[in-house]
């Protein structure tokens, strides 16, 4: 089936620091690539997107791009915030899936000032 | 702007007893579905519905039932709690139409099954 493996954290950098948590990917067909985000007591929120082979997903200094080749979507930031303290979860939506989402099981990452 | 929300936030139970998780939203989505978020597990799917009256088993459906009787409302009924269901419980929304995997979250609700 459908698996999601992401880098393990927790994941602790400076501010102003480069970002990138590893993601691959295992599926059957062609699926759609997701970051999402989850703020210390809240509910996931999508972070960004792809939805076939070298798009590439961006959303507030946050990217990640599609590579079919290696089964990968790595998220990068090129100089975090404290702000951006949060999980990070990768996850896949299989084409004929309904909508349901595969999810990695996240990574912790902490920016101190 | 309320988009989901759920109820309670928190709960503590006992093994064996029942309860149920209430879910609504007020975006006219017609897929909806639950999550459970277990540390160094990610998240994974309970049960889901992609429309009143239709619903579907996830990844972990044991111990979990779900009616759809309205669009809106999407409640999560656990029959017999047991501490195996101790978990962060996230029910999540989306358009039938449109792109795909665009959920939207509650805020989630603790449950501690002692």
């Known amino acids: 089936g459908d698996s999601v493996t992401q880098m393990e954290g927790p994941v602790t950098l400076s501010e102003e620091a480069f970002l990138t948590i590893n993601c691959t990917y295992t599926?059957?067909?062609?699926?759609?690539l997701f970051w999402y985000v989850q703020y210390p007591g809240e509910g996931l929120q999508l972070l960004l997107k792809a939805t076939k082979a070298d798009d590439k997903g961006s959303n507030k200094g946050f990217e990640a791009t599609y590579r079919k080749e290696t089964t990968s979507f790595h998220l990068e930031k090129g100089s975090v915030q404290v702000s951006d303290s949060a999980v990070y979860f990768c996850a896949l939506s299989d084409r004929g899936s309904a909508r349901q989402l595969t999810f990695g099981s996240g990574t912790q990452l902490t920016v101190l000032p | 702007n309320a988009g989901v929300t759920q109820t309670p936030k928190f709960q503590v139970l006992k093994t064996g007893q029942s309860m149920t998780l209430q879910c609504a939203q007020d975006?006219?989505?017609?897929?909806m579905s639950w999550y459970r978020q277990d540390p160094g597990m990610g998240l994974r799917l309970i049960h889901y519905s992609v429309g009143a009256g239709i619903t579907d088993q996830g990844e972990v459906p044991n111990g979990y039932n779900v009616s759809r009787s309205t669009t809106e409302d999407f409640p999560l009924r656990l029959l017999s709690a047991a501490p195996s269901q101790t978990s962060v419980y996230f029910c999540a929304s989306s358009q039938r139409q449109g792109a795909i995997g665009e959920l939207f979250f509650g805020e989630g609700s603790r449950l501690t099954v002692l």
């Open positions: 599926a059957t067909g062609y699926p759609s």
């Open positions: 975006m006219n989505h017609e897929y």
